[in-house]
């Protein structure tokens, strides 16, 4: 199995205040991804990173920030949670195409 | 309306019966990925497809890519219980570099 752990695997939250989500690898990937699933959306990107300090937005981007200050970490960042990012957040890696994905965390905001 | 379509959302069948699970786009991808997920974990790669019309096999399952790379479809044959789970298919677009967008998901119950 792919070395790739989340923290929280589970957060309940109120509305407005800050929640971030870490990610943590042992492969030594260059891509790292955060996504959202939603029940019929399937699996949608957020922010995905190619290197240390080197992000770029996904097709659901508004309302978070990430950070990746080392190869290993990749931060997601809700400045101000809101009942609408409510859900399931998994993230991936991927070194040659193939994604590998963590256990996912489960955000509840109320 | 997203870009990879996939049919249907939910299937409950009995063991033993052979089911299709379709994904469907207008757009060309350079390759399609189908993932399986359990409840409670991330979905694990089950196979890739690259070439138009490439078939491949997976013990019971059988993946397609459709002639002009618009569409895929992964047959399984006498389902078992421990196919449950569910069903994503995934593509790169032509033009998008590396980056997976992601189906709906099929959501596959196989009672014993």
């Known amino acids: 199995d792919a070395g790739i752990t989340q923290s929280p695997r589970h957060k309940v939250t109120e509305t407005g205040t800050p929640v971030t989500l870490r990610c943590h690898q042992t492969e030594n990937h260059r891509y790292m991804y955060w996504y959202r699933q939603d029940p019929g959306h399937g699996l949608r990107l957020i922010h995905y990173s190619y290197g240390v300090k080197d992000t770029d937005k996904g097709e659901v981007s508004d309302g978070y920030s990430v950070s990746r200050s080392k190869t290993e970490d990749f931060l997601l960042t809700l400045e101000s949670a809101t009942s609408s990012q409510t859900s399931v957040y998994f993230c991936a890696i991927s070194g040659t195409g193939e994604l590998f994905f963590g256990e996912g965390s489960r955000l509840t905001v109320l | 309306t997203q870009l990879l379509e996939q049919s249907p959302q939910f299937l409950s069948i009995q063991e033993g019966e052979n089911l299709t699970v379709y994904c469907n786009s207008s757009s060309v991808f350079s390759s399609l990925q189908w993932y399986r997920q359990e409840p409670g974990e991330g979905p694990v790669l089950l196979v890739t497809?690259?070439?138009?019309?490439e078939v491949k096999k997976l013990k019971r399952l059988t993946f397609q890519f459709g002639d002009a790379r618009k569409d895929s479809s992964l047959h399984i044959t006498a389902a078992q219980p421990g196919d449950t789970g569910l069903y994503l298919c995934a593509g790169v677009l032509s033009n998008a570099g590396n980056m997976l967008t992601f189906g709906g998901g099929t959501r596959l119950m196989v009672k014993p």
């Open positions: 497809v690259v070439t138009g019309g």
